[in-house]
């Protein structure tokens, strides 16, 4: 397995693009935007030479890697010489099915799809495509090339040699794989989101303020971020999918959304990616502010 396709190319993808080619295989980072891409690129390249700031990486490597990615805007060229493609599109399960489907019918037999979805079903994913035992879930944590995480899911009809292909490939990305089933929020997220979710009502009923309710966790428990900081960096937008998914998916009001967070998703503030959330974010800036609406 040397060639790999990784659909969309935001935070996620352009990480998996990265860590991939870091790894010395040839990757083919695919988006409908030019624009994007053309972004991902600077951020991979900024992300390098903070590298090579640490002393993990020379400019040697810096070059080699870049020259390993390949950018296209057409999915049939992109995935035309692949062994794997990784989808690391929006979280968003229409969407999914949609591209699942278009693979299937563009590449071979032989070629294993992958999801980094972060809670979709892939049994739902895999059964639009012509060989369902192909699909399975590689779901990376942010920031990948840091993050040592793969959550490797198997689906209903995922094959013991697909997952063993992955887990394998995983390692030799410098990962370390889990393996597990395939049910609503997998280990990750079912067990993060509720959690997060928890935080956000401790705060939306009053008991403790945001820097506080994440000093507790931080202090108290050892978590190197507090929740809702940590709710900030994923993404609110993402935070309210994730627990839809999982209401949806088990039928238990205990993964119903807090109103507060339906609220914040509502007025677009996301966390980190529209500059304010639970706190507020300057661009350059490291320093942890409130939002204004939680400064009181």
Same mark, same amino acid.
């Given at each position: ?16 693009a ?6 010395? #295989? ?7 935007d ?7 690129l ?8 903070r ?16 020259n ?12 035309k010489?692949? /062994?794997? +493609?990784?989808e ?16 299937? $019918?563009? @590449? ?10 972060? &809670? ?5 994913i ?16 942010? %920031?990948? %090339?840091?993050?040592?995480l793969? $959550? ?5 009809a ?11 490939? &995983? $390692?030799?990305?410098?990962k370390? %794989? ?5 049910? %609503?929020?997998?280990?990750?997220n ?18 403790a303020?945001v820097? $506080? ?18 709710? /900030? #960096? ?10 839809? +998914?999982l ?6 009001p205990?993964?119903?959304? @807090?109103?507060?967070?339906v ?8 966390? +980190? ?23 009181k």
């Open positions: 397995m040397k060639n790999i396709t990784v659909i969309g190319s935001g935070t996620m993808g352009n990480g998996i990265h860590t991939f080619a870091q790894h010395g #295989f040839n990757v083919s980072l695919v988006d409908i030019e624009p994007a891409l053309n972004r991902a600077q951020t991979i390249t900024n992300n390098l030479d590298q090579i700031k640490k002393g993990t990486i020379d400019e040697q490597a810096k070059a080699t890697t870049l390993h990615i390949k950018t296209y805007t057409d999915l049939k060229d992109a995935v010489n692949a /062994d794997l +493609v990784i690391a599109a929006t979280e968003n399960r229409e969407i999914k099915l949609g591209l699942f489907k278009q693979l299937s $019918e563009l @590449c071979s037999d032989k070629v294993i799809l992958a999801s980094n979805t972060s &809670s979709i079903s892939i049994t739902q895999a059964s639009v495509t012509k060989n369902p035992g192909n699909v399975i879930g590689m779901h990376f944590m942010n %920031p990948v %090339p840091l993050m040592k793969v $959550e490797v899911i198997r689906g209903y995922t094959t013991d040699e697909v997952t063993n292909t992955i887990m394998q490939l &995983s $390692e030799i990305l410098d370390v %794989p889990v393996e597990v089933n395939d049910y %609503p929020g997998f280990v990750a079912r067990i993060l989101m509720p959690m997060i979710n928890e935080a956000i009502y401790t705060l939306y009923e009053g008991v303020g820097y $506080e309710i994440d000093t507790v966790m931080k202090l108290g428990m050892a978590h190197p971020m507090g929740p809702l900081q940590l709710a /900030d #960096f994923i993404g609110l937008d993402v935070c309210l999918a994730i627990l839809n +998914v209401h949806n998916g088990f039928g238990n205990k993964y119903a959304p @807090c109103p507060l967070l609220n914040m998703v509502a007025a677009g503030h996301l966390g +980190v990616k529209s500059g304010s959330g639970f706190y507020k974010y300057a661009s350059g800036s490291k320093e942890l502010v409130l939002a204004d609406k939680f400064n």
